[in-house]
């Protein structure tokens, strides 16, 4: 009587002839709405309704009585028993309807709002794992960053305080020359906190729209960055042509921070090698004093990247590469370092392409700043 009554191509419908056999098929049949009746042999509805909402997992499953019983005292068992409805033989169609359907809705806006509530609770646990993250930064890492330039700063003064009587002009002003950098250098790291502030505890959302060309990007900045050291560095450029999925911000940021940490740890008489690869649909980025870390023949990563993971304490890195780790992340690439030693450290990142593409000619020219 109930499959003639409701349709068939909104419903899916499972039957159970007794109240055990429901409560053994419930995993089975997952259901959105239960129509129990009341009168049954052994185990009556009431009883029946009173185990399912006594189950954790089935209690927001609403359930509608269908009983011949129609006095107040035995609809008030109903709803003492946990029904959320209830409907009286003999059934109408357009109110059996009318009651599942309404049924239907109250499931859906429960599972709903147990999805969002399941969110809510993802992004806490994210966020809360984003604040360990964050002070264990600044109770490790930033501290001896700011001290650096700010100990530089007071040093350099109070030395001019103690000796200004005894100094020329030139000498005064080299030691105004160092602490304008250390100031600079601070400024550039409350810079970098706040960025890091912002990829830590904000959500890591991809700009998958925005796609940029890291060749000529990369080839700027290191030029750039090059001539600000004297005597400028040679530098050897292997890059392959890419479109990669990344904000141009970020690759910017990225290019900067890494060339910064090769120019200051390598000595500006030895070359250094800039590499920009294709490899696995990834654009494979690092810088070296080496020019054939990549064997060419091979592109399995696991065969061409020989790094430790002996170096696994990320509190020993600067503020700056940790927003290199952040950005990667939210692209979900790789942040690797190569097995040198502590002073002569080479970060690896990996950036999604934009698209499929074979790799093009080799760049390989060598500019004397």
Known sequence: MIEALLPTEDYGLDYASSGQEAIAALETFDPDVILLDVMMPEMDG???????????QWQSVPIIMVTALSTKEDLSRCLAAGADDFICKPVNSLELRARVNSMVRIKKQHD???????????????????????RLDLAVGFPNELNTALNSIL??????QKNLGQMSVLDANDVLTLVNQSALKLDRLNQKFLFYLQLTLAPKERKKHQICAPKML??????????QFKPSPKLIFDLEDADIAVTPSHLQYIVNELLDNALTAFHTEIPICIHGK??????????????????????KLSQ???????FDNETELGMG????KKIIEIYDGLFLIANTNRDN???????PLAQSVAPQENLATTINN
């Open 345 to 351: 450290l080479t970060i690896y990142v990996t950036l």
């Open 155 to 160: 040093d350099n003064i109070g030395l001019m």
């Open 218 to 227: 990369i080839n700027q900045i290191a030029i750039v960055q090059a001539s």
């Open 112 to 134: 709903r709002i147990q999805a969002l509530s399941k969110l809510q609770r993802n992004n806490i646990h994210t966020l809360e794992n984003s604040l360990s993250e964050f």
């Open 46 to 56: 009431f009883e029946v309704c009173q185990r399912i909402k006594a189950m954790p």
């Open 278 to 299: 294709v490899i696995d649909n990834s654009f494979h980025f690092w810088i070296d004093k080496e020019t054939s870390l990549i064997d060419k023949n091979n592109s």
């Open 321 to 324: 590469l940790k927003i290199v």
């Open 304 to 310: 061409i990247i020989q790094f430790n993971s002996g």
